[in-house]
């Protein structure tokens, strides 16, 4: 959440301090902490695509590709829904970040970066490069349309493995895809939790969530199943990826990380669930890249 964010603590409102460097605002507008979710499986998927370390040329390039892109996704999210962030109390102080005409100028530079780091890599990651970028725009326009949102932000989080796949051996197999179905699900799941917080004025804004549709416990109970089924999808990449014991044992850290998440979202305390929202999360994603690094360096 940027640091410019209005938090309702205790019946107060509290702004917290504007950052005042420009790359400070930007990087806290786009919320470049959160990379550490979907980058590690991309790296992830590159390692074991290459069998080892990739080239020097293709990990920068895929690098650029996943910066741009989110960066791009952040920045379109952000422009669309300039006026209701701004009638939304936890996100009222993100146009005083940087301007809206600012946002358009960075959007068209990253949307341009991404497109020409993926030219550069091969023929297919050129042909498919606009349609993932559309897609990775079409997530902030679901939420006026229909109560699946959560899943196409999962969708978009998701390409990034099948990228980095196509990057290093220019074609698609079956491991990338069960990857990103795990991604689509764990995606879905954590986005249901954090989405109880805006449960109130999504409602009366009529913004489509399925938090709104299905109420704070059955969609917690929902998130609970997302996460099983990302589990069972992680152990199928790895036997599909013919990954050893070292991958399959850290199965079980990304279980107790999950395990933690729920449970602290049990209690609906707006800081406990952004604190868990973070730290297990990145810790998922970080265990996933740890574990296939080290088993397919080590």
Known sequence: MPCTDMKSQDGQLQLEQRPKGVVERFLRLIRFSHTVF????????LVVAANGMPSPRILILVL????????????????????????????????????????????????????????????LTFLLSPIALAMVFLYSLTKRFTSATHFFLGAALAISPIGAWIAQTAHVDLAPCVLAAGIVCWVAGFDLIYATQDLDFDRREGVHSLVVRLGIQRSLRLAQLLHVFLLVALIVFGVIARLGPIYFSATALVAAALWFEHRSARSLDVASINRAFFQSNAFVSAVFLASVCLDRLA
């Open 38 to 45: 979907a980058l590690p499986f991309a790296l992830g998927a």
């Open 64 to 123: 650029v590709c996943m910066v741009c892109a989110r960066t791009a996704a952040m920045l379109f999210n952000r422009w669309v829904d300039w006026s209701l962030d701004q009638r939304n109390l936890r996100t009222a102080s993100r146009h005083l970040l940087m301007s809206k005409f600012a946002v358009l100028m960075l959007l068209v530079v990253s949307s341009l970066g991404f497109l020409i780091a993926a030219a550069a890599i091969n023929r």
